[in-house]
């Protein structure tokens, strides 16, 4: 393979043990991200089997299919969020699947390009969206909404326990003129966080930007979605 699929899938062993792959059998990997699980899953099936690859960010698919080009008759990519799974398998035609993979988070190429604007890392504009089609992005949640929702957000998608101070602090700068990239946010959030905090090993940003990435893009909502609906199988 080429050396741009050096990157190891997390738990591919183990998720490709626990599906049990039927050679003929039909398979969803909701999360195609870089398609590394994918390939694995595809390379234990045969001719008659099949794979649907379902992201919501379009880039994800372009690169998937590229990727996968070799084994493209057996998958059909679906731009799509996994938690209309049921109407994504009707569309696709099929009726019963026998299993399936999600492997939840952002991917390496959401958070190595910086204009998407997940990481804490570089300064970029407060993006955040998986599915680019999308309206809600960061800078909306950072700017707009209100300061509890901002404080709940944090501490309940981010499990941020300074999330009020953070909350307030985002209010005040804001105030003062729209917070525009994730370098400014970085900095209001280091302002608002108590010198013990700034000395942990993780990242001072790290549990607000999940908390405001779950926001964006409702993975929760997504997931429950996705549960209550009935699976074919
Ligand atoms: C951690 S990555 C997956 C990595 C992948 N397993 C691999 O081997 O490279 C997660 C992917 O899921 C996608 N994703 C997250 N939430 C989604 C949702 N609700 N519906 C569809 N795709 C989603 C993201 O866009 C991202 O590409």
Redesign the pocket.
Known sequence: MSGAYT?R??LLEEAIQGLAIRPDGVYV??????????EAIVRGLTAGGRLLC????SQ?LEEGRARLAPWAGQITFLH????DLAALLDGAGVERVDGMLF?????SP?LDDPARGFSYQADAPLDMR?DQGETLTAWTVVNQWPRQELRRVLAQYGEERYAAAIAAAIERARAAGPIETTGALVEIIRGALPAAALREKQHPAKRSFQGIRIAV?D?LT?ISRMLQAPFPG
């Open positions: 990157h899938p997390v990997d909701g999360t195609l991200g870089r398609g590394g699980h994918s379902i992201d919501r960010d994800a799509g969020n996994f938690g492997d939840l988070g952002v991917s959401q998986m893009n993975e997504a």
